[in-house]
């Protein structure tokens, strides 16, 4: 018998639950100032998403996908990545939209219901949000596609779940970016449940991270409640696919600390003991913690940020309810670049029985999927 | 001018194409070295090399997903799929993705794919190679969904969907790739999308079909001709959108109408184009029109396929019923 073929997926981690190194930091973290931004991003985030989940209790948006605990995957992503690279995200990545300048007004719009919100003022190239599953791993691989044939040296970034690794488009996408090393990094956010379904009954591979392995794709695993630790494999992975060295695939272990989304209530399939002691690995307060210590961080600091990233988050608020919603033939108006004679008529007739709707009516208060 | 069939044609339209504008490329499974399955990509590689004519792994979803992904990002891309029957695992990136990303980022990011695809059945092909899914792509909004019925609609049309800043679902009739030659300057002039071609006047009935149909729709014409009856026909050419303009005008001059086509009946193109010509046309017609379209059943293995097809025969039976009937 003659092995033909080893592997072995590498597990990072520079910061323990308790904010604690246990090696020492990556270049860009030795000076502890250098993560405060990454802190205040994770914090911005946080606010955000606690503010839009009491905006669909209120009937002010419709159903919110919450990334509650896993901040630390999508700051540490897009603080990696270049203005000129793409995020092609799933519908819980808005902490890694929010960083890259998609704006939280924005972001309320597009779940409040108004297509206008994923007309992004910046980054005008990145793709608006995926809801059908891991299908965006497809529009990853074809971007990084145009890059490497255009020899621009930007990077496709594709974010998806845990459950989303089960789907075929997962391994298509992975396996032709493969053959065409193409410059492609898909992060994996493995926060242990899809919907109701466990990490242990989505796939019995031991990691995620080596179904990128079978396609001939480097894979590796990270602390994604270490933002420290996401945020330098990310700077690798797309350093080397910038240099041409290909496709990556990072699985960031971290856990739903949320409902899948507010239309979902998590204690139907889901123990609440096994929920409160994942908040002891929480990324917030993980960084803060090693802050903290370091005296780069104070009571002060915090509070002033919380008034900061509170004021950023009601002003969005405000900006997203007084935006009257569209007109009736907005329906119409960007389904092609020009819209066919066939299609006028039904244009006509919507403006002519268009209702008449109040400034975030015809949006929000849905409960469903 | 060259004389050249259906699959020539298709190949001298992208290499036109390709020639003027850096951005198109082609992917699909065996386009490259092989030069597709019908040769319709044959020496692209080789002249445009294999960075723009791309001999993709076998995964038709992937195809459709990646061709969302470089159309968004600038490029031009062909993505061709093998044979019709596997055109069905593209349909969630088609329909989820591609006829929407315009509207849902309000045109900041567009999809102007073409996907190419053999249709139809007639060739004795193999399980899975004879389908007709012109109906599935045509109810999704978004799309432009064009099938050519000759060598030189295929180079115009080909042409005008490549240089369509939306997507456009292109369907080839296999039965036409080799089934006759015709003149085509091979000059870059594209079709217009969007309207139908009227390729013979007449007077008592329109015959309204579109795709290989049209050889035994205009054969029944000619029969019909024969005995005095002047048909009209109508190659719709585009069945998304719908150019209903023209079918209503030939239908107000006639009273009269057949339409024909090969996929199966129940919710079939031809029941949209029943169903407006009543709308809006219902005074115009002297008698009811009348539909010959393949049976509500799994298209047939080779043995049976002509037995599904319409025929010479059920067109002109159908024209007799509407000429009949007062």
Same mark, same amino acid.
């Given at each position: +018998?003659?092995?033909?073929?080893?592997?072995?997926? %590498?597990?990072? &981690?520079?910061?323990?639950?308790?904010?604690?190194?246990?090696?020492?930091?990556?270049?860009?973290?030795?000076?502890?100032?250098?993560?405060?931004?990454?802190? &205040?991003? +994770?914090?911005?985030?946080?606010?955000?998403?606690?503010?839009?989940?009491?905006?669909?209790?209120?009937?002010?948006?419709?159903?919110?996908?919450?990334?509650?605990?896993?901040?630390?995957?999508?700051?540490?992503?897009?603080?990696?990545?270049?203005?000129?690279?793409?995020?092609?995200?799933?519908?819980?990545?808005?902490?890694?939209?929010?960083?890259?300048?998609?704006?939280?007004?924005?972001?309320?719009?597009?779940?409040?219901?108004?297509?206008?919100?994923?007309?992004?003022?910046?980054?005008?190239?990145?793709?608006?949000?995926?809801?059908?599953?891991?299908?965006?791993?497809?529009?990853?691989?074809?971007?990084?596609?145009?890059?490497?044939?255009?020899?621009?040296?930007?990077?496709?970034?594709?974010?998806?779940?845990?459950?989303?690794?089960?789907?075929?488009?997962?391994?298509?996408?992975?396996?032709?970016?493969?053959?065409?090393?193409?410059?492609?990094?898909?992060?994996?956010?493995?926060?242990?449940?899809?919907?109701?379904?466990? &990490?242990?009954?989505?796939?019995?591979?031991?990691?995620?991270?080596?179904?990128?392995?079978?396609?001939?794709?480097?894979?590796?695993?990270?602390?994604?409640?270490?933002?420290?630790?996401?945020?330098?494999?990310?700077?690798?992975?797309?350093?080397?696919?910038?240099?041409?060295?290909?496709?990556?695939?990072?699985?960031?272990?971290?856990?739903?600390?949320?409902?899948?989304?507010?239309?979902?209530?998590?204690?139907?399939? &889901?123990?609440?003991?096994?929920?409160?002691?994942?908040?002891?690995?929480?990324?917030?307060?993980?960084?803060?913690?090693?802050?903290?210590?370091?005296?780069?961080?104070?009571?002060?600091?915090?509070?002033?940020?919380?008034?900061?990233?509170?004021?950023?988050?009601?002003?969005?608020? %405000?900006? $997203?309810?007084?935006?009257?919603?569209?007109?009736?033939?907005? +329906?119409?108006?960007?389904? $092609?670049?020009?819209?066919?004679?066939?299609?006028?008529?039904?244009?006509? +007739?919507?403006?002519?029985?268009?209702?008449?709707?109040?400034?975030?009516?015809?949006?929000?208060?849905?409960?469903?999927? | 001018?060259?004389?050249?069939?259906?699959?020539?044609?298709?190949?001298?339209?992208?290499?036109?194409?390709? /020639?003027?504008?850096?951005?198109?490329?082609?992917?699909? /499974?065996?386009?490259?070295?092989?030069?597709?399955?019908?040769?319709?990509?044959?020496?692209?590689?080789?002249?445009?090399?294999?960075?723009?004519?791309?001999?993709?792994?076998?995964?038709?979803?992937?195809?459709?997903?990646?061709?969302?992904?470089?159309?968004?990002?600038?490029?031009?891309?062909?993505?061709?799929?093998?044979?019709? =029957?596997?055109?069905? @695992?593209?349909?969630?990136?088609?329909?989820?993705?591609?006829?929407?990303?315009?509207?849902?980022?309000? =045109?900041?990011?567009?999809?102007?794919?073409?996907?190419? *695809?053999?249709?139809?059945?007639?060739?004795?092909? @193999?399980?899975?190679? *004879?389908?007709? @899914?012109?109906?599935?792509?045509?109810?999704?909004?978004?799309?432009?969904?064009?099938?050519?019925?000759?060598? *030189?609609?295929?180079?115009?049309?080909?042409?005008?969907?490549?240089?369509?800043?939306?997507?456009?679902?292109?369907?080839?009739?296999?039965?036409?790739?080799?089934?006759?030659?015709?003149?085509?300057?091979?000059? =870059?002039?594209?079709?217009?999308?969007?309207?139908?071609?009227?390729?013979?006047?007449?007077?008592?009935?329109?015959?309204?079909?579109?795709?290989?149909?049209?050889?035994?729709?205009?054969?029944?014409?000619?029969?019909?001709?024969?005995?005095?009856? *002047?048909?009209?026909?109508?190659?719709?050419?585009?069945?998304?959108?719908?150019?209903?303009?023209?079918?209503?005008?030939?239908?107000?001059?006639?009273?009269?109408?057949?339409?024909?086509?090969?996929?199966?009946?129940?919710?079939?193109?031809?029941?949209?184009?029943?169903?407006?010509?009543?709308?809006?046309?219902?005074?115009?017609?002297?008698?009811?029109?009348?539909?010959?379209?393949?049976?509500?059943?799994?298209?047939?293995?080779?043995?049976? /396929?002509?037995?599904?097809?319409?025929?010479?025969?059920?067109?002109?039976?159908?024209?007799?019923?509407?000429?009949?009937?007062?």
């Amino acid at each position: +018998m003659a092995i033909v073929a080893r592997f072995q997926v %590498e597990y990072t &981690r520079f910061l323990d639950p308790q904010g604690e190194a246990t090696q020492p930091l990556p270049p860009f973290a030795l000076d502890p100032a250098a993560l405060v931004p990454l802190y &205040r991003a +994770m914090t911005q985030a946080r606010l955000f998403d606690s503010k839009a989940i009491a905006l669909q209790r209120t009937g002010k948006i419709g159903t919110f996908a919450s990334a509650l605990g896993q901040e630390a995957i999508g700051i540490g992503v897009a603080s990696a990545m270049r203005a000129e690279d793409v995020l092609v995200p799933s519908y819980r990545d808005h902490a890694a939209q929010l960083l890259r300048g998609v704006s939280m007004a924005e972001s309320l719009l597009y779940w409040g219901g108004d297509e206008r919100g994923s007309d992004f003022a910046v980054p005008r190239m990145d793709f608006p949000i995926a809801v059908p599953i891991a299908t965006q791993v497809c529009h990853a691989a074809g971007c990084a596609y145009a890059f490497k044939l255009r020899g621009e040296p930007r990077v496709a970034v594709c974010m998806l779940g845990d459950g989303g690794t089960s789907k075929g488009d997962f391994y298509e996408a992975l396996n032709l970016a493969a053959v065409w090393q193409a410059p492609l990094v898909v992060v994996v956010n493995n926060n242990q449940w899809a919907i109701s379904v466990p &990490r242990s009954q989505q796939s019995a591979a031991p990691t995620l991270a080596q179904k990128a392995i079978a396609a001939g794709i480097e894979g590796c695993q990270v602390d994604g409640n270490d933002v420290v630790a996401v945020h330098h494999l990310a700077q690798q992975v797309l350093a080397k696919a910038r240099a041409g060295g290909g496709p990556s695939l990072i699985e960031a272990i971290s856990y739903r600390l949320g409902d899948h989304t507010t239309a979902d209530d998590a204690t139907r399939y &889901r123990d609440p003991a096994e929920v409160e002691a994942q908040w002891t690995f929480e990324p917030i307060r993980r960084l803060r913690n090693y802050l903290l210590r370091l005296q780069a961080w104070g009571p002060e600091q915090e509070e002033q940020l919380i008034g900061e990233c509170s004021a950023a988050v009601n002003a969005a608020v %405000e900006a $997203y309810l007084a935006t009257p919603p569209p007109g009736a033939a907005d +329906m119409f108006d960007h389904l $092609y670049a020009t819209l066919p004679a066939a299609l006028q008529e039904q244009r006509a +007739m919507a403006l002519h029985f268009a209702l008449r709707l109040a400034p975030h009516e015809g949006g929000g208060g849905g409960s469903h999927g | 001018m060259a004389e050249l069939n259906l699959v020539e044609a298709v190949n001298r339209a992208l290499a036109w194409e390709m /020639e003027h504008d850096p951005a198109v490329v082609l992917l699909g /499974e065996d386009i490259g070295v092989n030069g597709g399955v019908f040769r319709a990509t044959v020496g692209l590689q080789q002249r445009f090399g294999a960075g723009r004519v791309i001999d993709t792994a076998l995964a038709e979803t992937a195809i459709a997903g990646t061709a969302v992904g470089m159309a968004a990002m600038g490029l031009k891309p062909v993505a061709e799929i093998q044979f019709s =029957g596997f055109i069905y @695992p593209t349909l969630d990136h088609v329909i989820n993705h591609a006829s929407r990303l315009r509207h849902r980022t309000r =045109g900041r990011l567009t999809c102007p794919l073409v996907l190419r *695809s053999p249709c139809g059945a007639g060739i004795h092909a @193999p399980e899975h190679h *004879s389908e007709s @899914p012109e109906a599935l792509f045509a109810h999704v909004p978004g799309l432009r969904v064009v099938m050519p019925s000759s060598p *030189s609609r295929a180079y115009g049309l080909l042409l005008a969907a490549l240089r369509d800043p939306d997507p456009v679902i292109f369907l080839e009739p296999t039965r036409l790739y080799r089934l006759f030659k015709q003149e085509v300057a091979d000059d =870059g002039a594209a079709l217009p999308l969007d309207v139908c071609f009227t390729l013979r006047a007449g007077s008592d009935v329109t015959l309204v079909s579109w795709g290989a149909m049209l050889q035994e729709t205009q054969a029944a014409a000619e029969a019909l001709a024969a005995e005095g009856i *002047s048909a009209e026909v109508i190659d719709v050419a585009t069945l998304k959108p719908l150019d209903m303009a023209t079918i209503l005008d030939s239908v107000a001059r006639t009273g009269r109408c057949v339409i024909v086509h090969e996929a199966a009946r129940s919710g079939g193109l031809g029941a949209e184009i029943a169903a407006t010509l009543a709308e809006r046309g219902i005074y115009s017609l002297s008698a009811p029109l009348q539909r010959v379209t393949g049976y509500d059943v799994v298209i047939p293995l080779a043995r049976l /396929e002509y037995q599904y097809l319409p025929s010479v025969e059920r067109i002109v039976a159908a024209v007799r019923t509407t000429l009949e009937a007062t």
